[in-house]
């Protein structure tokens, strides 16, 4: 799911009360921000549920379909800042309309891609338009609507549009792929992208601001990701001594060494580093890191499960989780109330704790498991858990934070989502490879050779062998929850934070 979540939902408390023009055709502005996030996000769980189908029809690796995910997750993850910072020195609407042309631009691409080669350039140019539109849409919130109701509403539908796109995406993606073809997973992006073109003149520029980019710090980071998930996937591949393998993680370790030193020597740097000095808002990060790990798991292995092993159709995939985005609603709505009579750290631990239950119910999954008795409820415990921890990860990341830093504390969680995200996926499906090809050399390769010749006893072997690496990844994922909650336990808020009524503190809303 996504990770345009309520944690970006920040509001700048220094921005002026009355934005200039902000007055003017405000319902078809809200639609235009409203669209654009809608399809930001919404295109994280999309793409899933047409994975099975994108790797039957364009021959895709294993090693190389968690790359369709992961590729945008980086270029996200790793470019929000920059995107961030491009807003504030060229302006917020120009760098909105740059974003949403290049996401349109990339799912034309991506949609007409002839193999997995130019579908993963595709959705690296996606998360690369996604990094400069995300941060301008939530800041021309501010310079468009008024304080006060109008921009409070606005916040709200902002907000929201992080689980009606993982929702709606999760039912479309499902949709497109069985009426239509995959490739129409890609294709829905172009008239909403061009819609959203069309109404940003009703969006109000804003003050744009001295600096320069970090370019130095953008290329580094991103690049040492990069190489870094790459060194995962293809040690899990070809062996952890493979020349290339060792190559990677020596280039990662070169890269990201380079990047934390540019850091601290650069005005103007894409992490500042100092917001990093509070324990609190460190351990939020590093737990949204593991939430982002175990979160992706979910989507990416059950999407593959539930269609390849019992044998769903897209749509039906889709339908599916709707226990999971109602378990994460209900639960985010809870905790949003909590917080204000608990301690962050006293809702995220638990929260945690239940989301690892969830992931070890998945681990017990067999081949022949039931929804409603095994997945759906362990579906639905694994979403409460996720929601439970969300609104206190926000919390702590933005709390005691200057004003003129709000926006990138925000966006720094976001940005660990994405990143713990790609980086857990590179993990967990190396996992899931190796104990699966441990029981049948080869296992999903001569899975799908089975499904397709209907050799039905081979393919119950090989079912078995594929369900083992998804329930080990499983598990994993949920060691990871509970590695979120031993930070959370040690690091975040270990005195009481006091949420409520204060007047410093930045406006956080929960969709």
């Known amino acids: 799911m996504s990770t345009d979540r309520a944690a970006a939902a920040v509001a700048p408390a220094d921005t002026p009360s009355t934005p200039p023009g902000g007055g003017r055709h405000l319902g078809l502005a809200l639609i235009v921000i409203a669209a654009a996030q809608l399809m930001v996000v919404l295109d994280a769980t999309i793409t899933n549920i047409a994975l099975p189908a994108i790797q039957t029809d364009l021959d895709v690796t294993d090693a190389?379909?968690?790359w369709i995910v992961n590729s945008y997750a980086l270029a996200f993850g790793g470019l929000l800042l920059l995107g961030g910072r491009a807003g504030d020195l060229f302006g917020r609407r120009r760098m909105f309309q740059t974003g949403i042309a290049v996401f349109t631009l990339a799912s034309l691409l991506g949609g007409l891609a002839p193999g997995e080669g130019l579908l993963i350039a595709a959705r690296v140019l996606q998360g690369v338009g996604a990094a400069l539109a995300a941060p301008s849409a939530l800041a021309l919130i501010t310079t468009t609507f008024p304080q006060g109701k109008p921009r409070n509403t606005a916040m709200g539908v902002y907000?929201?549009?992080?689980?009606v796109g993982a929702t709606v995406g999760l039912l479309l993606g499902g949709t497109l792929t069985d009426l239509l073809d995959w490739r129409w997973v890609f294709f829905v992006n172009i008239p909403i992208g061009l819609a959203v073109l069309t109404g940003t003149k009703t969006l109000v520029e804003a003050e744009r601001h001295p600096g320069?980019?970090?370019?130095?710090g953008a290329i580094t980071g991103t690049g040492g990701l990069i190489a870094l998930v790459y060194g995962i996937t293809r040690g899990g591949e070809h062996g952890w001594t493979d020349a290339l393998t060792l190559a990677s993680f020596t280039g990662a370790a070169v890269l990201l060494t380079t990047f934390l030193l540019l850091q601290t020597r650069t005005t103007d740097p894409m992490l500042p580093l100092r917001l990093l000095k509070d324990r609190s808002r460190s351990g939020s990060y590093a737990t949204m890191l593991f939430i982002g790990a175990g979160m992706f798991a979910t989507?990416?292995?059950?999407?593959?499960y539930m269609q390849l092993i019992l044998g769903y159709s897209p749509v039906k995939t889709g339908f599916a989780y709707l226990p999971f985005s109602f378990g994460m609603a209900t639960a985010a709505g809870v905790s949003s109330k909590l917080i204000t009579h608990f301690a962050p750290r006293l809702i995220a631990g638990p929260g945690l704790l239940v989301g690892a239950v969830g992931m070890f119910w998945f681990a017990t999954l067999e081949p022949d498991s039931s929804y409603a008795a095994h997945l759906m409820p362990a579906m639905f415990v694994t979403a409460l858990g996720l929601g439970m921890s969300f609104v206190p990860m926000t919390l702590g990341a933005v709390s005691g934070v200057a004003h003129h830093d709000t926006g990138i504390a925000s966006a720094l969680l976001n940005t660990a989502q994405q990143i713990g995200g790609a980086l857990g996926l590179a993990v967990l499906s190396t996992i899931a490879t190796s104990a699966a090809n441990d029981k049948l050399p080869d296992a999903a390769t001569t899975l799908y050779r089975a499904l397709a010749t209907k050799d039905f006893a081979l393919a119950a072997r090989a079912g078995e062998a594929v369900t083992h690496g998804y329930t080990m990844a499983f598990a994993a994922?949920?060691?990871?929850?509970?590695?979120g909650l031993v930070v959370t336990v040690l690091a975040i808020n270990a005195q009481r934070q006091h949420t409520e009524a204060d007047a410093d503190a930045p406006a956080v809303h929960m969709g």
Do not use: C, E, H, K
């Not at 907000?159 to 689980?163: I, Y």
């Not at 320069?212 to 130095?216: C, E, V």
């Not at 994922?477 to 590695?483: N, P, R």
């Open 159 to 163: 907000a929201a549009m992080g689980g």
């Open 299 to 304: 989507f990416y292995f059950l999407t593959l």
């Open 64 to 66: 190389n379909l968690a």
């Open 212 to 216: 320069r980019l970090d370019i130095p």
């Open 477 to 483: 994922a949920g060691a990871m929850f509970l590695a």
